[in-house]
């Protein structure tokens, strides 16, 4: 049987770390920012195809040379697929550089398939929308863990996930991160990730309230932690290997969407046993908040 781990013997130090934590991702936000991709700031974006694969290092010093430093490209499909992203608000903009590249890769013709043009207007209201989606993914968690389970655990949940949102966002500002709209999903699916792993837990300490009687909720928590910790462990670890994949494999198109997942996944393993449950042990969590009390069935004492 595997011995009870007093996770909860450290919590004010965890509690203290979180703290620490939390506050440089919120200074990191405030202080430096997102770095917004082309699809929140607008800008224009080129698909080219070439008749050889593509060397993407030569490409890039091409449009360097030629005066456009933030150019951003990225291999997309087949080793001939390019996709080159650039801020401006020029709609020639797009011209402009396949010009350039025609002139300079004789060698290896290349082909303009697609050229797009995003204003900073799109980009505005991708940036709000995609806030409110999170905001409405954060209610229908609270809502649905308040009937599922009851309205401590809902709160317990809620901060734990704000705390990886939180710490997450503030890395990838921290580290400048290009925040498109496939960190927004990554950002969102952390969310899901998070929850799931914190209704395992929660599942536990409910159960074990019907079984452990006599235990604290101290005692509870350390037990459920421990009887879910495989479970935990055996998830976290399949998960980041397979992100760990997108990121070396990936290319440069997924590299924002697996470094949000990877800070994501850890931020999310260790919210729901150093957040979570410490947030029902603030609010005294007890067993007649998910047991009601048995009432005596009155005795008619009338003649």
């Known amino acids: 049987m595997l011995r009870t781990i007093n996770f909860m013997g450290v919590r004010n130090i965890a509690f203290a770390i979180t703290m620490f934590l939390t506050a440089l991702a919120l200074f990191s936000c405030f202080h430096k920012g ?8 607008g800008g224009t974006l080129i698909e080219l195809t070439y008749e050889h694969a593509a060397d993407l290092p030569k490409v890039r010093k091409e449009l360097v040379d030629a005066g456009y430093h933030e ?3 990225q291999s997309f499909g087949a080793t001939t697929d390019l996709l080159v992203r650039m801020p401006g608000e020029d709609p020639q903009l797009g011209t402009q550089v396949a010009a350039v590249l025609r002139q300079t890769g004789a060698d290896n013709p290349v082909t303009v398939k697609r050229v797009e043009f995003v204003g900073p207007q799109v980009g505005e209201e991708l940036r709000d929308q995609g806030g409110l989606g999170m905001l409405m993914a954060l ?16 709160v317990g949940a809620i901060v734990s996930l704000i705390h990886d949102v939180v710490v997450t966002v503030g890395i990838l500002s921290f580290f400048q991160v290009t925040f498109d709209l496939t960190v927004l999903a990554a950002v969102l699916a952390i969310i899901g ?6 209704i395992v837990v929660f599942d536990r300490v409910r159960e074990n309230f019907r079984i452990l009687r006599k235990a604290t909720l101290i005692e509870n928590i350390n037990i459920s932690t421990t009887q879910t910790l495989l479970r935990t462990m055996a998830t976290s670890i ?7 994949a997108l990121w070396v494999f990936g290319g440069d198109s ?24 410490v947030v029902l042990i603030w609010l005294n969590l007890t067993t007649d908040d998910l047991i009601p009390p048995v009432v005596a069935d009155k005795v008619d004492d009338r003649p």
């Not at 997102?34 to 700031?41: M, Q, R, V």
């Not at 990730?193 to 914190?198: C, V």
């Not at 399949?238 to 760990?244: D, E, Q, R």
């Not at 996944?265 to 260790?270: E, F, I, Q, S």
């Open 254 to 277: 997924l590299h924002g969407f697996s470094v949000a997942l990877f800070i994501g996944v850890l931020a999310g393993t260790y919210s729901s046993i150093y957040i979570a449950n």
């Open 139 to 154: 209610g229908g968690v609270l809502i649905y863990l308040a009937f599922r389970f009851q309205w401590k655990f809902a």
């Open 193 to 198: 990730y998070s929850l799931n792993d914190t």
């Open 71 to 73: 150019a951003i490209v």
């Open 34 to 41: 997102l770095n917004y991709g082309l699809d929140f700031t």
């Open 238 to 244: 399949s998960t980041l290997l397979a992100i760990v």
